[in-house]
């Protein structure tokens, strides 16, 4: 990864227990390799985003692992093993270090592209502390319903302090972070569900995701076109 900038953090599951309500958008002996598509797209938008110095991938499971190595991720186990914000925090904060600029995103932004990433790092570079209206430098982009989070950012010094789960984007709006509201399509559609998904597939989906679509025998479904493969 070129860049001396920002170092990313990503957290994964254990690819067998993700995206539970994900499940039944493909065969059950599948759902494995969907989320690690997902990971896999996300992964190397994330690697090809010039301002992303380095990106650590947490994650105890051996598959993920291997796939995200070979992006030219570092992996790290989940030392925590105690949820996805344990997690991040032990990725941001501890791993990498506060005297880092540090962003956590979401694992399954499989339409993500470089430049939108690239812009909301740059977005989230200028956001001032502000000790009158309790903002202390971080800043998050909520995911396109507006209720979730896709990625959070904590400048040097700041502990990443994250509040993902049901409702984050508020909770992350109230803890002093800034949203940050950029339209960034590929950043903001996270996928949870069947739905998320079509629209992934619809806007252009990565070349992992659509290399397991046409596998699948569902090519008709991605009427966007697909990122080239790295």
């Not at 690239?118 to 956001?127: M, N, R, V, W």
Request: aromatic letters at 2%; glycine letters at 10%.
């Amino acid at each position: 990864m070129a860049g001396t900038g920002w170092a990313a953090v990503i957290p994964v599951k254990r690819l067998g227990m993700a995206k539970s309500r994900l499940r039944g958008a493909v065969a059950p002996a599948r759902h494995a390799e969907l989320a690690l598509a997902m990971l896999s797209d996300t992964v190397a938008a994330v690697c090809d985003t010039p301002a992303v110095a380095e990106l650590v991938v947490v994650t105890d499971d051996p598959a993920a692992a291997d796939a995200v190595a070979a992006l030219g991720a570092r992996v790290v186990p989940d030392g925590p093993a105690a949820g996805l914000n344990p997690a991040m925090r032990h990725g941001a904060d501890v791993v990498v270090g506060l005297s880092r600029p540090r962003v956590v995103l979401a694992g399954d932004l499989p339409a993500l592209r470089p430049d939108e990433l690239a812009a909301a790092l740059h977005a989230a570079a200028g956001a001032p502390a502000d000790d009158a209206a309790g903002r202390d430098g971080r800043a998050f982009v909520p995911d396109v319903a507006g209720t979730g989070t896709v990625l959070l950012a904590a400048p040097p010094g700041v502990p990443l302090a994250p509040r993902f789960g049901p409702g984050s984007a508020h909770a992350h709006a109230a803890s002093g972070a800034r949203l940050l509201a950029g339209a960034w399509p590929g950043l903001r559609q996270d996928v949870d569900t069947p739905a998320d998904l079509r629209a992934v597939l619809a806007m252009g989906a990565g070349a992992y995701t659509c290399a397991l679509w046409r596998d699948l025998g569902q090519v008709a479904d991605c009427a966007g076109p697909c990122v080239p493969a790295r």
